[in-house]
T-cell receptor, first 111, second 113 residues
Framework: SQQGEEDPQALSIQEGENATMNCSYK?????LQWYRQNSGRGLVHLIL?????REKHSGRLRVTLDTSKKSSSLLITASRAADTASYFC???????????FGSGTQLTVLP | KAGVTQTPRYLIKTRGQQVTLSCSPI?????VSWYQQTPGQGLQFLFE???????NKGNFPGRFSGRQFSNSRSEMNVSTLELGDSALYLC????????????FGPGTRLLVL
């Protein structure tokens, strides 16, 4: 079963704009990770944020985590056509040695 | 470092057949996990291996099995294939556990006819 729900399911923006994707989950977590997937290929790891962290940056990516609301957001600034992909959040919890993925957001960046 | 590799990349089988997929983790990674991705169910956890032992298993029927070798390479097997087994099968590796960054391979796309 999927732990997370992502919002929106699809997002279309112009190159240069910022893209924000949200992820909500149901139970307490250890970490939350964001992945990108290009058209049916493997997942590329973007960023991991631990449950005791509130914000993390990596290049043009900014991730926030609000454990009280059980939600996270991924912000991609100054988007490029190459950012067109599906974005997934994934959580791990307790001692479970597995990731539980959200349903994903399909981002389209128009040139 | 070389990334996670999976073979074969594409596979076509017919119902009732069995299939074996292979995954080679990043050097030094001892944990290997498998996931199934379908349009309807999304990404779902199959199982995780560490030091040749299955440590965790998802909610899949017994037709899905796997193993890990002493060099951390892993295989998964699906017997008596069904149409619904058509999916992208992804392998991921990490040093110790899923609580670290997991690095994914390109996947094996299986089509069952």
């Amino acid at each position: 079963s999927q732990q997370g729900e992502e919002d929106p399911q699809a997002l279309s923006i112009q190159e240069g704009e910022n893209a924000t994707m949200n992820c909500s989950y149901k139970t307490s977590i250890n970490n939350l990770q964001w992945y990108r997937q290009n058209s049916g290929r493997g997942l590329v790891h973007l960023i991991l944020i631990r449950s005791n962290e509130r914000e993390k940056h990596s290049g043009r990516l900014r991730v926030t985590l609000d454990t009280s609301k059980k939600s996270s957001s991924l912000l991609i600034t100054a988007s490029r056509a190459a950012d067109t992909a599906s974005y997934f959040c994934a959580t791990d919890r307790g001692s479970a040695r597995q990731l539980t993925f959200g349903s994903g957001t399909q981002l389209t960046v128009l040139p | 470092k070389a990334g996670v590799t999976q073979t074969p990349r594409y596979l076509i089988k017919t119902r009732g057949q069995q299939v074996t997929l292979s995954c080679s983790p990043i050097s030094g990674h001892r944990s290997v996990s498998w996931y199934q991705q379908t349009p309807g169910q999304g990404l779902q956890f199959l199982f995780e291996y560490f030091s040749e032992t299955q440590r965790n298993k998802g909610n899949f029927p017994g037709r899905f099995s796997g193993r890990q070798f002493s060099n951390s390479r892993s295989e998964m097997n699906v017997s008596t294939l069904e149409l619904g087994d058509s999916a992208l099968y992804l392998c991921a590796s990490s040093r110790q556990t899923a609580q670290e960054t997991q690095y994914f391979g390109p996947g094996t796309r299986l089509l069952v006819l």
